[in-house]
């Protein structure tokens, strides 16, 4: 059937998953029949289909329902998880409606039959429009988002100079909000000091290091521009060729600013500084919208500076918060050159299935190995073979200048080429049949070479592999670049670390003093509790004469607050002892059934009362398990109780069993909470006790505040649910420190549950005893 001249872009990238080659040609002239211009790459695995997802980016996925050993499912959970947008239309011989309607519904874009193969050209035309649309409405969504961000931040700035008079706190909430809504790599505030000075009294938190010095420092940037912003005129530089207009080209290049803003504070004709933003990353062109914007914070700011000027007593804070770099960067491997180099040989030679893998590089006009990988044992090692360039480079059949021009050497016979010495040595000493060499550059400068080789059989790469040996020689080269950066760097980041250790050393030691504080506080507090407990049980009894009603009910409300407050004061003292490290456990062999008989029994007639059902389930291989009696029971009460308590109608189930491994899995309607398990492995035995309930569930805005001190999900003080706040903090401390944790799966109006994963043999996490 005839085709119109279709509207889609030249070039498609075409990623086809085809078993069939037939069939992926014939997908191809189809698309040629209707001047569809595309670079296309047929796939018949799932390794290969997820391996060009990673390095490739796509603008469509043709692929058969049913292939050797996988379908289009697989393939489409391959794309979900490489973050492509893209359309995937099913090319398929035959597809049932029911079968269709579930593709379309999983997430697939269309489906074409192979036998109906003229609908293609149009079913992928209209594919690519409704993504197109998509991409469309997705950026429009975000020019609204961002517009009303860019209005709250003056609101809030307004908001928080209406709060308080203490103008740092003012001045940098307003370099912290300009910075985030602007996408500006630093935002200062200069003001002048006592001799006239401009000061920088505030930059934004996320500002570099570099610009961080400027902090309390004169700022050199103000200089060209004190006249202008004095006389009420704003600052402004969209690009180098105005930094260079406006004569401030060698400060900018020491800052590596690419364009800057820069408004005067000034209010009542009085000048009280600059508002100055700074792009360092890219040139840009500031918009009409955001000058007004800035030009109303700037106003905004000068008239908060006014204000604390009049309330002279009113002390500016001397300090500024410190920033830590973040330790390690975005990278997957470590900072050691060495190191990386080695895993990029070792993935380049299993990725290719060769013998040897190597890498070389020039060093005092010589060639040397600088990492190897070998197959295995029966490979020749060439770690210690070196040579002069002249003799290496014959040795590949081209000369040094070749290399600097990027050639390739590719040979699938090494043996046939002519003989060298250079040659005779691989070929008889290291075994080398077949070699695949790119050159590797680093800034331009010819660095060495990535090989690859084979010892065993011939073999004849593949154009599509050597433009990926190329490409991995292109990121060794990357990685190479980015080692010696972080070499000259060192120095740095050992002293920014030793800061950190000795900051988190100081915390650490605080942190220790609260909890030792507050742990013979509660001792101290417990002690009259007591007595008031005592004495109000003496008299409830009536034992020195009756109390009438009142006199009774007064006395039953002491006791019962006095028996809340001990309550919290018993969890505060674990708490604090836990995170002393003064708790220690009794582990012994416990029976899990007696064990959770007991705690059933405890909970009884208070789920009875409410109407629930209370029952018990035991996998059958579950029979002891080694843990403290005292606290296992304590945790497990507490999670009985708390279901008790937020479920009024259906029941509540203590289910044990073991053997599944716990994760932070859940359906997608419901939330759950991530288990922290250090010492629970797929080889170590381990016992889950799961307390299920079908009371309000937990949102999963709720669900981020479970397990922190005192907070409930019920607030307030009309709240229907009473409670200290610490139960689910205690239980969870406790099992953590049996090595085990407390995850929650949840979902609001359906109950929840509360797993707790203990490891069978327990061994004590914190300083316990066995």
């Known amino acids: 059937m005839p085709q119109s001249k279709s509207t889609l872009p030249s070039n498609l990238h075409i990623l086809t998953v085809e078993d069939v080659p037939a069939d992926a040609e014939l997908v191809l002239l189809t698309l040629e029949a209707a001047n569809i211009s595309t670079i296309c790459e047929v796939v018949d695995t799932l390794a290969a289909c997820q391996q060009l997802l990673q390095e490739k980016s796509w603008d469509v996925i043709l692929a058969d329902f049913r292939l050797k050993g996988f379908n289009a499912y697989r393939v489409l959970e391959l794309l979900k998880q490489s973050g492509q947008e893209i359309p995937l239309i099913l090319v398929t011989g035959s597809l049932g409606e029911e079968a269709a309607v579930d593709c379309i519904k999983a997430g697939m874009t269309d489906y074409v039959l192979k036998d109906r193969l003229f609908r293609l050209p149009l079913v992928l035309k209209r594919s690519l429009q409704e993504f197109e649309l998509k991409r469309q409405q997705r950026l429009a969504t975000a020019q609204i988002h961002q517009q009303a961000q860019r209005e709250t931040i003056i609101n809030r700035i307004v908001r928080a100079m209406r ?141 908060a500076i006014h204000q604390a000027q009049l ?99 590719h040979a699938p016979d090494y043996a046939l080429l002519p003989p060298t010495p250079a040659r005779l040595t691989l070929v008889h000493q290291k075994n080398v049949l077949s070699v695949l060499s790119v050159p590797i550059f680093i800034r331009d400068q010819f660095f060495g070479g990535l090989e690859i080789h084979t010892t065993t059989v011939h073999r004849h790469f593949t154009q599509d592999e050597i433009d990926l040996l190329q490409r991995i020689a292109d990121q060794t080269a990357i990685a190479l670049y980015n080692a010696q950066s972080y070499e000259r760097l060192e120095q740095t980041i050992q002293t920014r670390t030793r800061e950190l250790e000795e900051e988190k050393r100081l915390s650490d030691a605080a942190n220790r003093a609260k909890s030792e504080f507050l742990a013979n506080m509660s001792h101290e507090l417990r002690t009259p509790l007591t007595g008031i407990l005592g004495f109000s049980s003496v008299l ?102 708390n279901a008790v308590k937020f479920t009024e109608t259906g029941s509540v189930t203590l289910a044990i069993d073991s053997g599944k491994q716990p994760t932070s899995g859940a359906p997608s309607d419901q939330s759950s909470t991530t288990p922290y398990l250090p010492l629970l492995t797929a080889h170590s035995p381990f016992i889950t006790f799961n307390v299920i309930d079908t ?75 066995d």
């Open 163 to 303: 709060e308080t008079l203490v103008l740092d706190e003012v001045l940098q909430t307003t370099v912290d909000m300009v910075s985030d809504a602007l996408q500006v790599n630093s935002c200062l505030i200069l003001r002048p000091d006592a001799a006239g000075n401009m000061i920088v009294y505030n930059i934004n938190q996320s500002a570099s290091p570099e610009w961080q010095e400027l902090l309390n420092q004169p700022c050199s940037i103000y200089a060209p521009c004190a006249e202008k912003l004095r006389q009420d005129e704003l600052i402004i530089a969209h690009s180098a060729e105005e930094l260079v207009q406006l004569g401030v080209e060698e400060i900018a290049a020491l800052y590596r600013i690419r364009a800057f803003l820069i408004l005067p504070l000034i209010y009542q004709q009085d000048f009280l500084g600059g508002l100055s933003l700074y792009q360092c990353d890219r040139e840009r062109s500031w918009t009409s919208d955001e000058v007004s914007m800035v030009k109303a914070i700037a106003d905004q700011c000068a008239i």
């Open 311 to 409: 309330f002279s007593q009113v002390q500016q804070q001397a300090k500024q918060e410190q920033f830590l770099n973040q330790i390690g960067r975005a990278l997957n491997s470590s900072l050691d050159p060495g190191y990386i180099l080695q895993e990029i040989v070792r993935l380049t030679g299993e990725c290719f299935g060769v013998d040897r893998a190597l890498l070389f590089a020039i060093e005092a006009g010589r060639i040397h190995i600088k990492n190897e990988w070998l197959a295995n044992q029966q490979v020749f090692s060439m770690i210690d073979f070196n040579a002069s360039v002249g003799d290496w480079f014959d040795s590949l059949e081209r000369t040094p200048q070749d290399a600097q021009t990027n050639f390739v050497f």
């Open 540 to 641: 409830l009894k009536q034992i020195f004469g009756p109390l009438n009603e009142k006199q009774q009910q007064y006395i039953e409300n002491i006791y019962t607050c006095g028996e809340h407050l001990l309550s919290l004061i018993n969890d505060l003292l674990d708490l604090s002892k836990i995170e002393a490290g003064r708790e220690d456990l009794i582990l012994e062999s416990l029976d899990v059934r007696e064990l959770g008989e007991t705690c059933i029994s405890l909970i009884q007639e208070q789920a009875e009362s409410k109407g629930l059902q209370v029952s018990l389930a035991i996998a059958p291989e579950v029979d002891y398990c080694v843990a403290d009696r005292r606290r296992l029971k304590q945790i497990l009460f507490n999670l009985l109780s």
């Open 695 to 769: 009371g309000i569930g937990i949102s999963p805005e709720g669900l981020s505040l479970l397990f922190q001190p005192f907070q409930q999900l019920d607030g307030g003080l009309d709240r229907k649910y009473q409670g200290t706040g610490l139960g689910l903090v205690l239980a969870r401390k406790l099992a953590q420190l049996h090595g085990g944790d407390i995850s929650v799966t949840s979902k609001l109006g359906s109950g929840s549950c509360f797993a707790l994963h203990l490891p069978k043999y327990c061994k004590v996490s914190g300083g316990s005893k």
